[in-house]
């Protein structure tokens, strides 16, 4: 097979006005369709490279947002931790101020540790403690708002515990 000969046609193209005419009008339909082709290809090619800018584009406006929020979190977190040691703040100026009144440091020092007066007996039941101290022969008691204990004075024991 590979040694046959191929003949030539014999059948021959016209040559004529109306063939030209055709010829023409294909070229031109196949040039049409060629830029056609060629603009489909471009247009795709713009919106492709359209379409990966706005992905990365969006992908950072994705991550800004997320990002802002992040911080807008650790924002309100600040605030909450500064509203709390502000008042913290106050809490303690405030005993800053009390420590430096001497009647109230008396009074916590007789109160957490039990101490009193010389001359004094501290008695300390049900949740209040009375001080009961010799006022020309009658005894005063004073009201501090404490826990149940009962507590002598330590020089007052050690006096009595030399006396006998």
Not at 45 to 56: D, M, N, P, Q, Y
Not at 98 to 115: E, G, M, P, T
Not at 136 to 164: M, Q, Y
Request: positive net charge; hydrophobic residues 35%; contains cysteine.
């Amino acid at each position: 097979m590979a040694d046959e000969k191929v003949q030539p046609a014999k059948v021959k193209r016209l040559e004529n006005d109306y063939t030209r005419q055709l010829d023409h009008q294909q070229a031109v339909q196949h040039h049409t369709r060629w830029l056609g082709r060629r603009r489909m290809r471009r247009a795709l090619r713009i919106g492709l490279v359209f379409a990966v800018f706005a992905l990365i584009l969006g992908i950072q406006l994705i991550r800004t947002n997320a990002s802002l929020h992040k911080v807008n979190q650790q924002v309100v977190t600040s605030e909450r931790q500064l509203t709390k040691t502000k008042a913290e703040n106050t809490q303690l100026d405030l005993k800053v101020k009390q420590l430096n009144n001497q009647d109230y440091v008396a009074q916590l020092i007789r109160s957490k540790y039990y101490y009193s007066k010389s001359g004094r007996l501290s008695i300390v039941y049900l949740g209040t403690m009375r001080v009961m101290s010799p006022q020309n022969s009658d005894w005063k008691i004073e009201t501090l708002g404490f826990d149940f204990f009962i507590c002598l004075n330590r020089r007052d024991f050690s006096e009595s515990a030399v006396d006998s």
